[in-house]
């Protein structure tokens, strides 16, 4: 079971840390991502991070802007948003990955288990 939290309503330009919290080891996954879907439009791979190596992969639109780690000890993958934009506004879903071994991709259909989402508005 994944939970997202950290969502809300920020200025342009301003920054929102969001926490996935996984139930059981992050280590019996083999990467987890971040996806985000605004209305009306298709659900998007964010950045995902292979969970034993934190082998990290971002979309061209977050690159520089974002990043994501984890916390083993705590059981959670963060995502740390920096100068956002208008265009990030869309509910956020963490997923998991849990076919260790292999390629990570920014693609859903790779991921079997999400979270329910957070909200994130930007204006």
């Known amino acids: 079971q994944l939970v997202e939290s950290g969502g809300g ?4 330009g301003g920054s929102l840390r969001l926490s996935c919290e996984v139930s059981g080891s992050i280590d019996g996954t083999n990467c ?15 950045a ?7 082998i990290t992969e971002y979309a061209d639109s ?10 083993k000890a705590k059981n959670a993958i963060y995502l740390q ?6 265009e990030d506004t869309a509910t956020y879903y963490c ?4 076919s260790v071994g292999r390629l990570c991709l920014l ?8 979270g329910q989402g957070t909200q994130v508005t930007v204006s």
């Open 48 to 54: 995902n991070i292979y969970t034993n190596g934190d």
């Open 9 to 12: 309503s920020v200025q342009v």
């Open 107 to 114: 693609e859903g259909y790779q991921y079997g288990v999400w």
């Open 62 to 71: 977050v690159k520089g802007r974002f990043s994501i780690s984890q916390d």
């Open 81 to 86: 948003m920096n100068s956002l934009k208008p």
């Open 95 to 98: 997923a998991a990955d849990t």
């Open 32 to 46: 987890i991502g971040w996806f985000r879907q605004a209305p009306g439009k298709e659900r998007e791979g964010v």
